[in-house]
């Protein structure tokens, strides 16, 4: 029974991720979700056999069926990566709020790559969609209070993100957090609490270093988009949660 669901929630994520490849590259650009997949080089729109998440690109080998233009190479990577990675999910959580809770974030950390890496835009409807399921989330799990209590976290985040990204703007005169990356704080409090939250913001300026740097070296001009190191920093609290409680209780208690 585990290989079968094991096997249902690879299947699941690489279909997820086929479709937050569409939403990611739609929306910033305007475009309705609702249109027909079709080829970026020449329109041509894609038959069923053609939009099966990896085997479609392996089948086609890498080319559009029609134009035989080279396709984006980035797309199975990413329904193999979610497809992977909610299935170790489902092994490693079984069916419980952790399993659940990985897969939102899962979720947000492709959007947000995808979208932020491209467009340096945060979409705000995977963001509110999140926040609904994991207030719901917490409801079910561990009753109304524990979820009101996640809200209030996710607001103090907010609040948080909001002035440092005041203070930024004016010491450094330009900005210093995009609205993304403010409103991706209150999903990061409301996900793992106020304290972990911070954490999490700690850690998200260590991983943006290496990539800010080389963004420096290379003297382009452009802003480095944080909101794939935020989620990043975010999954990673989430995944060694006990581990971040065991340091900070030795550091409290020495």
């Not at 233009?69 to 797309?75: A, D, M, R």
């Not at 999910?89 to 947000?112: A, D, H, K, N, R």
């Not at 079910?140 to 440092?164: K, P, V, W």
């Amino acid at each position: 029974m585990d290989i079968y669901f094991g096997v249902l929630f690879f299947l699941l994520g690489s279909v997820f991720a086929s479709f937050y490849g569409v939403v990611a590259t739609r929306l910033p650009e305007g475009k309705s979700l609702l249109g027909r997949s079709h080829c970026n080089h020449c329109n041509h729109q894609l038959s069923w056999y053609e939009l099966i998440p990896i085997f479609s690109y392996l089948f086609l080998r890498g080319k559009c069926h029609h134009c035989h233009k080279k396709l984006p190479i980035y797309e199975p990577i990413i329904e193999l990566f979610m497809g992977i990675f909610f299935s170790i999910s489902y092994f490693y959580y079984g069916f419980s709020y952790e399993l659940w809770m990985s897969l939102i974030l899962i979720s947000l950390f492709v959007l947000i790559y995808i979208s932020d890496f491209r467009y340096m835009i945060i979409l705000d409807s995977p963001l509110i969609i999140s926040s609904i399921l994991i207030f719901f989330l917490k409801w079910i799990y561990f009753g109304i209070q524990e979820a009101l209590i996640s809200l209030f976290s996710g607001a103090i985040l907010f609040l948080i993100f909001l002035g440092i990204g005041f203070l930024g703007s004016k010491i450094f005169k330009r900005e210093a957090l995009g609205g993304g990356d403010i409103k991706l704080a209150f999903v990061m409090g409301e996900s793992v609490g106020i304290l972990y939250a911070i954490i999490g913001l700690i850690l998200s300026t260590f991983l943006a270093l290496p990539y800010a740097t080389f963004t420096l070296l290379n003297n382009e001009d452009r802003e480095v988009p944080f909101g794939p190191f935020l989620i990043s920093a975010l999954c990673m609290v989430f995944v060694f949660y006990e581990k971040f409680t065991t340091i900070l209780k030795f550091i409290m208690f020495h």
